[in-house]
């Protein structure tokens, strides 16, 4: 429906912190390992990674163990998230050092985050093309500000008290 592609993921919530599932035709569920979800994208011919590892901030990172078990049936790390300031060297590295293709998200929680980070890639069709392009691109963007670690949780109560 879009006139640009439109690539289907999920980020699942894990017993031992979040996924990525890319070129999903079906819902993950949450709740299950992070080995079995993972299994559960592969399944699908869908690619799976990791987003912001590393990031302690997030209390849905991923374990450092479980990364590193899961890392030869991974296609991707997300090396640089628009709102994960202090640990982007580290994800890049750890991508580099086990051969994992090199994401970027923006990790919106509202709308002036949107686009904040991407990946600009040549075209491509399908989950092996992207991978193909994926290594081709450019990870572009900026740093949302710190103020919305702050703001989002605020949103988040005035939501729940009906404001």
């Not at 580099?96 to 040549?122: C, F, I």
């Not at 691109?137 to 740093?143: D, E, N």
Request: hydrophobic share 40%; glycine share 12%; net charge neutral.
């Amino acid at each position: 429906m879009a006139s640009f592609p439109v690539v289907v993921g999920e980020e699942v919530r894990t017993t031992d912190g979040e996924v990525l599932g890319f070129f999903l035709e079906k819902t993950i569920p949450s709740g299950l390992s992070a080995a079995r979800a993972v299994e559960l994208i592969r399944e699908q011919g869908g690619l799976a990674g990791v987003p912001h590892p590393f990031d302690r901030y997030y209390r849905s990172c991923l374990k450092r163990e479980v990364l590193l078990e899961l890392i030869p049936r991974l296609s991707f790390i997300e090396a640089f998230n628009a709102r994960s300031i202090f640990h982007r060297e580290q994800a890049q590295a750890f991508a580099q050092s086990h051969g994992l293709l090199m994401t970027a998200g923006s990790d919106a929680h509202t709308g002036g985050e949107v686009g904040r980070a991407y990946v600009e890639m040549p075209p491509f069709e399908g989950p092996q093309g992207f991978l193909e392009s994926l290594g081709k691109g450019k990870i572009g963007g900026g740093s949302t500000s710190l103020l919305v670690h702050f703001v989002a949780p605020w949103q988040k109560c005035l939501k729940a008290l009906g404001r």
